[in-house]
């Protein structure tokens, strides 16, 4: 299958097919990481990230994964650059995104929560990138998706339920906490469990719906598949005889205000609730479920440490398959 080329942001916008040549070759480069067959398949080459947001898995994962390829990550943060915004004078995206195409091969952008006047604003910038950039551009967190964790999540299910998930039951579960936290990784989650096959589960309490694109996706994803779809406000019905648990908090459709994310109305609306915890009490009313989150995991208000730190915890080997996956996804795109 030839990627070279197509730019990553968000998977439903790959095909089926692509994503399963993702996920075996990044099984291929688990099994065989320093294998002569991946170490200079992008040697001389550079991979430039821009960071608008923090974050310490993906630009780890992505600085060790063009190591590994024999090339080289460089990292870039809001401040590094002029920008033009609506109420200052500087640098368009136009410019940018075409003098960083001259020098690397790939780019990576990451633009979420805080960072944006209105969600879909990181989107669509991430989207003007990928207009100007004749290089493949890859989202590195975004405010509607984050590819590269939907793929490593995949990964770490499959590793530890086996490849075929068709029929297995995913609880995607709204969480307390005071994080705010943005759509884009469980949009993705949700993407990605419903183009596998999976019985998709979105609790959350009234009020924290989500994108509604994203839920007829995943819902025309599900019937495709011949698999259930379902949204509940119960915070402990969707645990029975799920195979996957998934909990993480996130902002409700209103979290943007004035052209601002209203972070701190955001934290007390989401601590107003509780009882929205995975413990291990709700672990035991699965059919043996594994437990999964991107991390950084909000221990004791998402997810209680004897879950995240159990046995049928796979949050360390999503966490390392993000090198994985996006070691395959460059090596597909860049070289
Ligand atoms: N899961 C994830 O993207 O982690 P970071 O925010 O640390 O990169």
Same mark, same amino acid.
């Given at each position: 299958?030839?990627?070279?080329?197509?730019?990553?942001?968000?998977?439903?916008?790959?095909?089926?097919?692509?994503?399963?040549?993702?996920?075996?070759?990044?099984?291929?480069?688990? *099994?065989?990481?320093?294998?002569?067959?991946? %170490?200079?398949?992008?040697?001389? $080459?550079?991979?430039?990230?821009?960071?608008?947001?923090?974050?310490?898995?993906?630009? &780890?994962?992505?600085?060790?994964?063009?190591?590994?390829?024999?090339?080289?990550?460089?990292?870039?943060?809001?401040?590094?650059?002029?920008?033009?915004?609506?109420?200052?004078?500087?640098?368009?995206?136009?410019?940018?995104?075409? #003098?960083?195409?001259?020098?690397?091969?790939?780019?990576?952008?990451?633009?979420?929560?805080?960072?944006?006047?209105?969600?879909?604003?990181?989107?669509?910038?991430?989207?003007?990138?990928?207009?100007? *950039?004749?290089?493949?551009?890859?989202?590195?967190?975004?405010? $509607?998706?984050?590819?590269?964790?939907?793929?490593?999540?995949?990964?770490?299910?499959?590793?530890?339920?086996?490849?075929?998930?068709?029929?297995?039951?995913?609880?995607?579960?709204?969480?307390?906490?005071?994080?705010?936290?943005?759509?884009?990784?469980?949009?993705?989650?949700?993407?990605?469990?419903?183009?596998?096959? !999976?019985?998709? %589960?979105?609790?959350?309490?009234?009020?924290?719906?989500?994108?509604?694109?994203?839920?007829?996706?995943?819902?025309?994803?599900?019937?495709?598949?011949?698999?259930?779809?379902?949204?509940?406000?119960?915070?402990?019905?969707?645990?029975?005889? =799920?195979? #996957?648990?998934?909990?993480?908090?996130? #902002? %409700?459709?209103?979290?943007?205000?004035?052209?601002?994310?209203?972070?701190?109305?955001?934290?007390? $609306? =989401? !601590? *107003?609730?509780?009882?929205?915890? %995975?413990?291990?009490?709700?672990?035991?009313?699965?059919?043996?479920?594994?437990?999964?989150?991107?991390?950084? #995991?909000?221990?004791?208000?998402?997810?209680?440490?004897?879950?995240?730190?159990?046995?049928?915890?796979?949050?360390?080997?999503?966490?390392?398959?993000?090198?994985?996956?996006?070691?395959?996804?460059?090596?597909?795109? &860049?070289?």
């Amino acid at each position: 299958m030839d990627l070279k080329g197509r730019d990553l942001i968000c998977t439903q916008e790959w095909s089926k097919e692509a994503l399963d040549e993702v996920l075996r070759l990044a099984k291929a480069m688990k *099994a065989d990481r320093f294998g002569e067959r991946w %170490t200079s398949l992008l040697m001389h $080459k550079t991979f430039l990230m821009f960071f608008y947001n923090p974050s310490v898995r993906t630009r &780890l994962s992505f600085e060790a994964a063009m190591t590994e390829l024999g090339g080289h990550a460089q990292y870039l943060t809001e401040s590094a650059g002029r920008f033009k915004t609506a109420t200052k004078a500087g640098e368009t995206v136009e410019d940018a995104a075409q #003098v960083m195409a001259r020098y690397a091969a790939g780019i990576g952008i990451r633009i979420l929560e805080d960072k944006v006047p209105y969600y879909g604003a990181g989107d669509e910038m991430i989207r003007e990138y990928a207009k100007w *950039a004749d290089v493949p551009v890859i989202s590195m967190a975004h405010d $509607k998706y984050h590819p590269c964790q939907g793929l490593a999540d995949m990964m770490g299910w499959q590793e530890w339920l086996g490849e075929d998930l068709k029929g297995k039951n995913f609880l995607l579960t709204w969480a307390s906490g005071a994080l705010a936290r943005s759509w884009s990784s469980v949009q993705e989650a949700l993407l990605v469990a419903s183009r596998y096959g !999976m019985n998709v %589960t979105i609790a959350r309490p009234e009020g924290y719906d989500l994108d509604p694109k994203v839920i007829e996706w995943t819902r025309s994803n599900c019937e495709l598949n011949g698999a259930s779809f379902r949204e509940i406000d119960d915070s402990e019905a969707g645990y029975e005889g =799920a195979h #996957v648990v998934y909990s993480r908090n996130w #902002v %409700t459709p209103e979290a943007y205000k004035d052209g601002a994310f209203n972070k701190q109305g955001e934290i007390e $609306k =989401a !601590m *107003a609730y509780t009882g929205w915890t %995975t413990t291990a009490a709700r672990m035991a009313m699965t059919d043996n479920a594994i437990f999964t989150h991107p991390m950084p #995991v909000d221990r004791g208000t998402e997810v209680a440490d004897e879950v995240a730190s159990g046995p049928r915890s796979c949050i360390y080997d999503v966490a390392e398959n993000r090198l994985h996956v996006q070691k395959a996804i460059m090596a597909l795109t &860049l070289a």
